[in-house]
C-alpha cells in the first residue's frame, strides 16, 4: 500500500532544467518595465517614519504571517508590508495554487513568501551578497513585489488524514 507521503513524492518528482530560451520567455518583462509599474502602483517609504505613516494611511499593508495560502518566512533583507493590491493579489495566487493543487490530487500545501518590502539601503546590502538582487532601485522597494519560493512548501493549513507535518514547519 502506497501512504500519502509517497503518492505525492511519486507527482511532484523534481523537473529536468529549463533551456536557455524557455528561462529567457520567463524573464520577458525586464526589470525597468517592472520598477515602472511599481513606481506607478507602490510606495516607498524612505525610513521607518514614512513607513509607519504609509501603514497608517493604509497604503501599506502586513501580511499576515500564515494563512491558507502561504507562510511568511523569516525575513532578513526585507520588512513584511505590501500594498493592498499586493495583498489581494497574494489571495488570487494562493486560490489558483489550491485549484491546481486539487487537479493534481495532491493536499492543499501553502507556499512560502521569502522576500516582500526592501528600503533602497537594504535593497544595497541584499546585492553586495547576492548577485541575482537587481542593481540600483528594486521593484522591491514599493511594497508591489514579493519572491514566492520555487524549492520548497509549507504544510496545508489542514492537514489531510495520513500528512504529518515536519517538526520545522510553522
Not at 533551456?19 to 515602472?36: K, M, Y
Not at 525575513?75 to 489581494?88: E, F, K, M, N, W
Not at 490530487?105 to 548577485?131: C, D, H, K, M, W
Amino acid at each position: 500500500a502506497t501512504t500519502l507521503s509517497d503518492s505525492i513524492e511519486d507527482v511532484l518528482r523534481p523537473l529536468p532544467l529549463l533551456r536557455p530560451a524557455q528561462e529567457a520567455e520567463l524573464r520577458r518583462f525586464s526589470n525597468a518595465a517592472n520598477l515602472e509599474r511599481a513606481r506607478a502602483l507602490g510606495a516607498r517609504p524612505a525610513d521607518s517614519a514614512e513607513l509607519a505613516s504609509l501603514v497608517e494611511r493604509g497604503r501599506l499593508v502586513r501580511p499576515e504571517d500564515s494563512t491558507r495560502f502561504w507562510v511568511l518566512r523569516e525575513l532578513g533583507a526585507s520588512q513584511p508590508y505590501v500594498t493592498p493590491d499586493t495583498r489581494a493579489l497574494l489571495e488570487r495566487i494562493g486560490g489558483a495554487f489550491h485549484e491546481r493543487l486539487t487537479e493534481m490530487g495532491l493536499p492543499r500545501f501553502r507556499y512560502e513568501i521569502s522576500s516582500v518590502l526592501r528600503t533602497a539601503a537594504g535593497q544595497a546590502a541584499l546585492r553586495r551578497r547576492n548577485p541575482n538582487a537587481a542593481a540600483g532601485t528594486s521593484a522591491h522597494e514599493f511594497g508591489t513585489t514579493v519572491d514566492i519560493a520555487y524549492s520548497g512548501y509549507a504544510a496545508p493549513a489542514v492537514l489531510p488524514e495520513g500528512l504529518v507535518a515536519s517538526a520545522h514547519d510553522p
